[in-house]
Nanobody, 123 residues
Framework: QVQLVESGGGLVQVGGSLRLSCAAS????????MGWFRQAPGKEREFVAR????????NYADSVKGRFTISRDNAKNTVYLQMNSLKPEDTAVYYC????????????????WGQGTQVTVSS
């Protein structure tokens, strides 16, 4: 099985920064495209960002573009989400996910999910 464990969430003021981490217990980490999703109370889960298997290509939701950066370290089996200029609407539980789909798939199927980490942005 594949286990994903998120960390780094917490309480931060508007305009602040957080760095989320996701550690994966997989032997072939570089074969998975990795993504971050978030879910606020009463709302559906939404896509935040994804990074290709090699880490060379990224894609972001319009709402976070220019503020968030996704990256991965395949030697450490870890994916990161650097979150800057945080806004109250960024408040949500953030989930790490792994997909066996090809990068070219517009809406890849995510096969494995972490437990989530809470991010709260307060004014």
């Amino acid at each position: 099985q594949v286990q994903l464990v998120e960390s780094g969430g917490g309480l931060v003021q508007v305009g602040g920064s957080l760095r989320l981490s996701c550690a994966a217990s997989v032997r072939t980490f570089s074969s998975y495209l990795m993504g971050w999703f978030r879910q606020a109370p009463g709302k559906e889960r939404e896509f935040v960002a994804r990074v290709s298997q090699s880490g060379a290509v990224t894609n972001y939701a319009d709402s976070v573009k220019g503020r968030f950066t996704i990256s991965r370290d395949n030697a450490k089996n870890t994916v990161y989400l650097q979150m800057n200029s945080l806004k109250p609407e960024d408040t949500a539980v953030y989930y790490c996910a792994a997909s066996e789909s090809l990068w070219v798939v517009a809406t890849p199927r995510y096969d494995y999910w972490g437990q989530g980490t809470q991010v709260t942005v307060s004014s």
